[in-house]
């Protein structure tokens, strides 16, 4: 996980600029915008009142989930953890600024969290490890009995994604340049793995529609229609790039 916790340092210059720039046209930096809004949602909205809970956010990057959250009302002990120094020296910055208590922002990984949490949160981070089967089981240990965890994965299942994986793949060889492969896990391994740890399904949800190659305003209109329309739909199993799931402790 060295070259990924290098990665995010170097991208934690330019990281905010994802989330305050209201008309980008990079497609991944809009995911990671519809990502964040559409778990504030669910969290504020649908999962029952965590006040006097605990909400732990496995992979926080700048720490913008939980401060959200806390702006949006949420009042439960936040733990949030990150492999990249840069990172969460900036989630400790912008945590000053506001001066939130009871948030708590420290450089790990999973292996670093010893508290049990009612909400675990672990957003665009699963595909960055090499055993995902493991880290989800790691994320599900985290969480008590009627908690939930919600997570996002790259979808194994969708055409898009081996579309894009290829085509990745084929401009880095002619580029010489070598990303940090980022991997992707189909959706019965994520239900067979949950269900074996005393998890049920709650919700799944369909984001990002599109290759995200280079930047291209049709492709992120396009992409918020279809985001609008079918991320609920099961066609968008074969469509979309990512999936966001929502699984209840219920052992």
């Not at 229609?225 to 999936?243: E, G």
Request: proline letters at 1%.
């Amino acid at each position: 996980m060295k070259k990924v916790s290098e990665l995010f340092d170097s991208r934690s210059k330019k990281y905010n600029d994802i989330y305050t720039d209201a008309h980008s046209k990079k497609l991944l930096h809009q995911e990671k915008k519809v990502r964040a809004e559409t778990v504030k949602e669910l969290v504020i909205n649908y999962l029952p009142p965590i006040n006097n809970g605990i909400v732990v956010d496995v992979g926080c990057g700048m720490g913008n989930v939980l401060l959200n959250l806390r702006e949006s009302g949420l009042k439960a002990e936040m733990y949030g953890v990150d492999i990249s120094k840069e990172m969460i020296r900036l989630a400790n910055s912008s945590l000053n600024e506001v001066g939130y208590e009871n948030i708590n922002f420290t450089i790990g990984s999973i292996e670093d969290i010893k508290v049990s949490a009612n909400l675990v949160l672990s957003l665009g981070v699963a595909g960055y490890h090499h055993k995902q089967a493991e880290f989800l089981a790691g994320l599900s240990s985290l969480v008590d009995t009627n908690g939930y965890l919600i997570f996002s994965t790259a979808n194994g299942d969708s055409f898009l994604r081996l579309t894009r994986r290829y085509l990745s793949k084929i401009h880095s060889y002619i580029t010489g340049k070598k990303k940090v492969e980022f991997s992707s896990i189909k959706d019965k391994h994520v239900e067979s793995l949950l269900t074996n740890n005393g998890f049920r399904a709650q919700k799944k949800i369909y984001i990002t529609f599109g290759l995200g190659l280079f930047a291209s305003s049709i492709e992120c209109s396009i992409d918020r229609w279809f985001f609008k329309n079918f991320r609920n739909s099961f066609i968008s199993k074969y469509l979309s790039l990512t999936v966001l799931y929502v699984y209840k402790r219920v052992d």
